[in-house]
T-cell receptor
Framework: ELKVEQNPLFLSMQEGKNYTIYCNYS?????LYWYRQDPGKSLESLFV?????AVKQEGRLMASLDTKARLSTLHITAAVHDLSATYFC????????????FGQGTILTVHP | DADVTQTPRNRITKTGKRIMLECSQT?????MYWYRQDPGLGLRLIYY???????NKGEISDGYSVSRQAQAKFSLSLESAIPNQTALYFC??????????????FGPGTRLTVL
């Protein structure tokens, strides 16, 4: 059974600082997704990582995937208030191809 | 217009009532999913459908049923609602045939409260 764990679950950052959210998954997965959710809103796709060593960047966010370590990271560079949201990673693959298993979510708050 | 719509957006009901949540999409996607979101637990898959004739149970299907009326419509029913089914419910769609990443696109959600 595929399990996905994120840490930290809560992250309070100052504007301008850097930080990383970690996403560990328990069994082989052939793709890893990152989503963002604003309070009271739906989920928005950020990144899809399809292979070992994959790196995707959009603005101040960069996601990477290490399939050997079963680890994905979401790195935040020079945080700004607009990045405050809940971030989810989700893994798919193996016998659960097409189905996503989500992490618990990381609630990010960026303070001035 | 939104690509994935859910109705109702909010619903309050009583224990034992039958409830149907509806999802419609204009994206032309074959795959549709129902999730529930609970604080601290992320999203958990209830049912999924890869085409009109294909329905599969997800991680937490007990107490729920679904109907795929057409490619564009996927409904979730709670046969006899109970308080621990109070949650935020999301419908999602994807289409592996046209998008090799199989990215899922989520509807706006339905907030369900069972008293």
């Amino acid at each position: 059974e595929l399990k996905v764990e994120q840490n930290p679950l809560f992250l309070s950052m100052q504007e301008g600082k850097n930080y990383t959210i970690y996403c560990n998954y328990s069994t082989t997965s052939d793709r890893l997704y990152w989503y963002r959710q604003d309070p009271g809103k739906s989920l928005e796709s950020l990144f899809v990582l399809l292979s070992n060593g994959a790196v995707k960047q959009e603005g101040r966010l960069m996601a990477s995937l290490d399939t050997k370590a079963r680890l994905s990271t979401l790195h935040i560079t020079a945080a700004v208030h607009d990045l405050s949201a809940t971030y989810f990673c989700a893994a798919a693959g193996g016998t659960s191809y097409g189905k996503l298993t989500f992490g618990q979510g990381t609630i990010l708050t960026v303070h001035p | 217009d939104a690509d994935v719509t859910q109705t109702p957006r909010n619903r309050i009901t009583k224990t034992g009532k039958r409830i149907m949540l509806e999802c419609s999409q204009t994206k032309g996607h074959d795959r549709m999913y129902w999730y529930r979101q609970d604080p601290g637990l992320g999203l958990r898959l209830i049912y999924y459908s890869f085409d009109v004739k294909d329905i599969n149970k997800g991680e937490i299907s007990d107490g729920y049923s679904v109907s795929r009326q057409a490619q564009a419509k996927f409904s979730l029913s709670l046969e006899s609602a109970i308080p621990n089914q109070t949650a935020l419910y999301f419908c999602a769609t994807s289409d592996l045939a046209s998008d090799s990443t199989d990215t899922q696109y989520f509807g706006p959600g339905t907030r369900l409260t069972v008293l």
